[in-house]
């Protein structure tokens, strides 16, 4: 069982940086996948960035790629999402996701654990 809380969103003008933090819970935390989404007002949950459960392979979309940074501590049981040069299309509620079964995934339906989200608005 893993318990996901997101925290660090907020509104900031364009081009500003935000970081978003998960804290997990549970103690398979150290050996899953874990996942950032994201989903805008009428469109669906799409996968921004992964990382490996040892934190040495990571995965980003096209779209957020070179701005956005996956990170993990799992000493502390928290992954970070670094966002920089935050844009107006990168307006969405922010979840992150655990994939319990794997050490590293790109494919959304493995990820069995989620939190609640935190909104990012940046303005224009």
């Known amino acids: 069982q893993v318990q996901l809380v997101e925290s660090g969103g907020g509104l900031v003008q364009a081009g500003g940086s935000l970081r978003l933090s998960c804290a997990a819970s549970?103690?398979?935390?150290?050996?899953?996948?874990m996942g950032w989404f994201r989903q805008a007002p009428g469109k669906e949950r799409g996968l921004l960035a992964a990382i490996s459960w040892t934190g040495t392979r990571t995965y980003y979309a096209d779209s957020v790629k070179a701005r956005f940074t996956i990170t993990r501590d799992n000493a502390k049981n928290t992954v970070y999402l670094q966002m920089n040069s935050l844009k107006p299309e990168d307006t969405a509620r922010y979840f992150c996701?655990?994939?319990?079964?794997?050490?590293?995934?790109?494919?959304?339906?493995?990820?069995?654990?989620w939190g609640q989200g935190t909104q990012v608005t940046v303005s224009s």
């Open positions: 549970g103690r398979t935390f150290g050996s899953a996948a």
């Open positions: 996701a655990a994939a319990s079964a794997v050490g590293m995934t790109t494919i959304p339906g493995r990820y069995d654990y």
